[in-house]
């Protein structure tokens, strides 16, 4: 039999729609997003983000329908993310699934967002077997995961304060770059000479969390000393420290649990260094690395619909008009 299941993604600063068939796979998908909105403050703003997703969601959703002729009479469920996120941006996409799934009397599914880019890789052709090590890196998560099956997740490490993302951002913004932050300083660092300065690899000799605001702050300092002169240097330091201690890292967790597959997802799997550097360390240790397709690192409603159909296949489904949202939500609880 086959489900189609509605995924929206509203838990910052994209508006995204999907509909993915269980037979079929992913028949449609649209992201709006919210970059040219943001890039005058430098930084996402809550309210503007919240406003935007009222303005397009609805728009949007009707597009992505008409495009596949579908209607809510063809659809077996709605996934949302529920969490983590902006608690605003979050509201819009709940308050719309419920609304849908009252109305064509279909289940609701409330979806994690770290979960929804663990599984991203399995809308490719190439998916991984369970058990694998999963490294989630993106704005506001850097998390190792053991993954044993679906809903089955033992979080290996996890952030202590800034994630890698948000650390690419911030430093960014210490280089005045512009907004998104994190592609300009990757792009920067391919005109810097990576050798002349050393940045700290946070953390390496303490188990398998991570912390990288003392190296945002280091970036910070090395910036003050020498100036913008020394900006590309800066970048290509700085971001040879975060790919260093990701692979350290990730290598640990691969050593620890045996497990010989590697899925790399979120929007720092992106990052083309350490996608370099990943695929190095999965020809020396013979493990194999997935990744989700570069539109999928980001945030999309395709990693929320295919999620959204896992947890409908296992009956974690709500049927009942309220909802809630999780701006803080661990995974596997």
């Not at 269980?22 to 998908?29: E, W």
């Not at 009707?62 to 077996?76: E, F, M, N, V, Y």
């Not at 990693?303 to 909802?323: E, I, K, P, S, T």
Request: charged share 20%; proline share 5%.
């Amino acid at each position: 039999m086959s489900y189609k299941i509605l995924g929206i993604e509203t838990s910052c600063d994209e508006t995204a729609i999907a509909i993915y068939d269980s037979n079929q796979g992913l028949l449609a998908h649209a992201v709006y997003s919210q970059i040219d909105l943001h890039a005058p403050y430098g930084g996402v703003v809550p309210e503007l983000a919240s406003r935007d997703h009222v303005r397009k969601v609805l728009p949007l959703l009707q597009q992505t329908l008409t495009k596949i002729k579908c209607t809510g009479h063809d659809l077996a469920a709605i996934a949302y993310t529920a969490g983590p996120g902006l608690v605003g941006a979050l509201m819009v996409g709940a308050a719309l699934a419920k609304s849908l799934a009252f109305a064509w009397r279909i289940p609701a599914v409330a979806v994690h967002h770290m979960e929804a880019h663990l599984l991203a890789p399995f809308l490719e052709g190439d998916v991984p077997e369970f058990p694998f090590v999963a490294l989630l890196v993106s704005g506001g998560h850097t998390l190792l995961v053991l993954v044993n099956d679906v809903g089955a997740y033992q979080v290996l490490g996890q952030s202590l304060d800034d994630a890698a993302g948000e650390a690419f951002d911030k430093v960014a913004k210490i280089l005045s770059l512009p907004y998104p932050g994190g592609k300009a300083l990757s792009e920067l660092a391919k005109l810097g000479q990576n050798r002349r300065f050393r940045f700290p690899r946070p953390m390496i000799n303490r188990g398998l969390d991570f912390s990288f605001s003392g190296l945002k702050t280091y970036a910070a300092n090395v910036f003050k000393e020498y100036g913008p002169a020394a900006s590309a240097d800066i970048a290509s330091a700085f971001q040879e420290a975060i790919v260093d201690t990701l692979l350290i890292k990730c290598k640990r967790a691969l050593n620890q649990t045996s497990v010989a597959r590697l899925v790399v997802a979120g929007g720092v799997s992106a990052n083309h260094l350490l996608r370099q550097r990943l695929t190095d360390l999965g020809r020396d240790l013979d493990v194999k690395i997935y990744y989700p397709r570069l539109e999928f690192c980001t945030d999309n409603a395709a990693m929320v619909a295919y999620a959204g159909w896992r947890q409908f296949m296992l009956g974690n489904v709500d049927r009942d008009l309220g909802f809630g949202v999780f701006p803080r939500w661990e995974m596997g609880k």
